[in-house]
């Protein structure tokens, strides 16, 4: 549809001078055609402030003798140099939208090998346990390991929040059992507020979270795929960034530098403009230590 309004824009310029009467028609195309690329580079950098790509060409005053209705060269020569400038520029954000979306399907199809791998190894059994024979002979009593401390006892101690928020109550309640280090218990509150609360901002912060009780659990597997379910589902969520920022800490712990390196790299291609200075930061010193090209 694009490539055919600048085609039309450019034969309706260069036609013959009867038509240089409807130079007023031409130049509210000219501006659609402005219009609608200025809607390509939100889509290529959506809220991205600074970063929108006025025209090269402007539109010049009409001189004394366009103005008494007599068409002049350099009209029309400044109508076809805006249009060749929207065409190589939609061209140009059209080129990065493409690439934006060829990384996501890569990403999406590496999780999705690597999620059937991790479920496949969580669904396997446990091998079976070889018989220790006690020390002393089968006639030695053997005292019985004493039992754990209650833990629902530590999870009591931990504070529920009645605000009269259901959503913001789940998360705040989550967050003090991961700050507690009741990791199992604040990774089921946290599903809990993402499954009732999809729409919640908390559900961005729920989430997150719930990666990082997995990777500070020693379980860099389940949390790698708590970290991109986030950006996946919630990619405007405000823990979106942080959540692919962990999940190359996690894929660092799994070794496999490479695919934090690409990661990384999503990350600032996706986040550049509105990540804190900061996060910049930490990235640029995890690229360092996954020794990322």
């Not at 006639?139 to 209650?150: G, K, L, Q, S």
């Not at 504070?159 to 967050?175: F, M, N, R, V």
Request: include cysteine; proline fraction near 8%; hydrophobic fraction near 40%.
């Amino acid at each position: 549809m694009t490539r055919f309004l600048l085609g039309a824009a450019i034969a309706v310029t260069l036609s013959s001078p009867a038509l240089a009467q409807r130079d007023a028609p031409v130049e509210a195309r000219v501006d659609k055609l402005e219009s609608e690329m200025r809607a390509v580079q939100r889509k290529v950098f959506p809220g991205g402030a600074g970063m929108m790509v006025e025209p090269q060409i402007a539109p010049t005053a009409p001189t004394s003798v366009e103005a008494a209705g007599v068409p002049a060269s350099g009209a029309i020569t400044d109508l076809t140099a805006r249009v060749t400038s929207l065409e190589q520029q939609l061209a140009s954000m059209t080129g990065q939208i493409e690439q934006n979306e060829y990384r996501v399907r890569q990403l999406e199809q590496q999780f999705a090998d690597y999620r059937r791998a991790t479920d496949a190894k969580l669904a396997a059994p446990p091998p079976a346990a070889t018989p220790v024979q006690p020390v002393g002979g089968p006639d030695v009593t053997v005292p019985e390991a004493p039992e754990p401390a209650d833990k629902s006892a530590a999870t009591a101690s931990v504070t529920k929040p009645s605000t009269g928020d259901a959503a913001e109550d789940g998360y705040l309640y989550g967050y003090r059992l991961w700050e507690a280090k009741r990791y199992g218990e604040a990774v089921t509150a946290l599903k809990k507020v993402v499954a009732d609360h999809p729409k919640s901002r908390r559900a961005s912060y729920a989430q997150n979270l719930i990666g990082r009780a997995y990777l500070d659990d020693g379980k860099p597997s389940l949390a790698s795929i708590a970290f991109y379910d986030n950006y996946k589902k919630f990619p405007d969520g405000e823990r979106a960034p942080d959540s692919l920022y962990y999940l190359g800490s996690a894929l660092v712990k799994l070794d496999k530098a490479p695919d934090a390196c690409k990661v990384y790299g999503e990350l600032t291609d996706v986040y550049g403009a509105t990540i804190s200075a900061k996060m910049k930061a930490d990235v640029a010193k995890a690229r360092i230590a996954a020794k990322c090209k």
